[in-house]
């Protein structure tokens, strides 16, 4: 059942400067009508605690520069480690190398010198190139306790939830600085969340009530990490935004340095948002409002909380 989320998302930080992620000049964005075509690249990040849905939107062209830098890192960690007598990485994974596991352990021959090295030299590659990031996303136990006990759908609930609200930021974003253009979305291909993403799309696509946001968006489609490096990005943001969102949730307001990095040259309009309590009750209240024949809106007032904005 589609989910309706009558929440608030006004954009800040966007409207003074719409060239400031495309790489026009402010001039050439006053007089380029032409139409640009632009790709939106998310990824889900959690753990135990915390479930975030985040994505980096850039013109297609912005891409092609991110991806070509992206893989030069990747190819030269290579030439390191093979030189040293370690294997290769098959590509950037952000929980492993965030944790040195896996292909980023130490007996790979990686330690947390070289992990701060390298992970400072992608955020410097995403922010230099200025894409829009996006990100919404959760507790876990916070929307446990308005679901059925017997069902363990938390994650899907707040993979549902997060996509739609991405959808209609990017929406938003397209609408108000970039009316002009149109937006492709990919996402990680995923037997947990892949039918998900493909069902909350066709149903934000045929709702009438988002036709204004929605005309900006021509497909959304699956990719893997093999065949889309743009995903790996996505994954490192999506991960710092997650880690954002967790610190916000216990009350903290500490920006990790990874994701320090990424505002570092204040390139990038961000928004990390996430639910609060009060969003899940008055998310119970609309499915109540509808039930009862109420207009779904009475009694609703909160918003995300915005955890941080640039």
């Not at 045929?206 to 929605?214: M, N």
């Amino acid at each position: 059942m589609p989910l309706v989320i009558p929440l608030s998302l006004p954009i800040r930080g966007v409207r003074d400067d719409p060239a400031r992620a495309t790489g026009r000049t402010s001039r050439q964005a006053k007089y380029d009508f032409c139409l640009m075509t632009w790709s939106d690249y998310i990824d889900e990040s959690y753990n135990s605690r915390t479930f975030c849905v985040g994505g980096l939107l850039a013109p297609v062209g912005v891409w092609s520069k991110i991806e070509s830098s992206w893989k030069q890192r990747i190819d030269y960690e290579n030439r390191v480690s093979v030189k040293k007598g370690f294997s290769p990485i098959s590509r950037y994974h952000a929980t492993y190398c965030a944790n040195l596991k896996r292909e980023f352990s130490e007996k790979n021959g990686w330690d947390i010198p070289r992990q701060i090295r390298f992970c400072k030299r992608l955020c410097e590659i995403i922010g230099s190139n200025g894409p829009y990031a996006i990100l919404h996303g959760g507790g876990i136990a916070d929307v446990q306790k308005y679901l059925p006990p017997d069902i363990n759908l938390v994650k899907e609930f707040l993979y549902h939830t997060s996509i739609l609200l991405h959808l209609m930021k990017v929406g938003e974003v397209m609408k108000e600085t970039l009316p002009g253009d149109k937006v492709t979305v990919y996402y990680d291909r995923s037997k947990q969340f892949g039918h998900i993403a493909k069902e909350v799309f066709d149903s934000f696509m045929e709702d009438p009530s988002a036709k204004g946001v929605s005309r900006y968006f021509i497909t959304m489609a699956p990719m893997g990490w093999d065949d889309c490096i743009p995903l790996q990005p996505a994954d490192l943001f999506a991960y710092e935004g997650m880690k954002r969102v967790e610190g916000s949730l216990q009350g903290s307001d500490e920006i990790r340095k990874a994701l320090r990095a990424l505002l570092g040259n204040n390139r990038m309009p961000i928004w990390i948002e996430h639910f609060t309590d009060q969003n899940f009750t008055d998310l119970m209240t609309t499915v109540q409002n509808k039930r009862e024949g109420r207009p779904m809106h009475e009694g609703v007032t909160s918003k995300l909380k915005l955890c941080h904005n640039q």
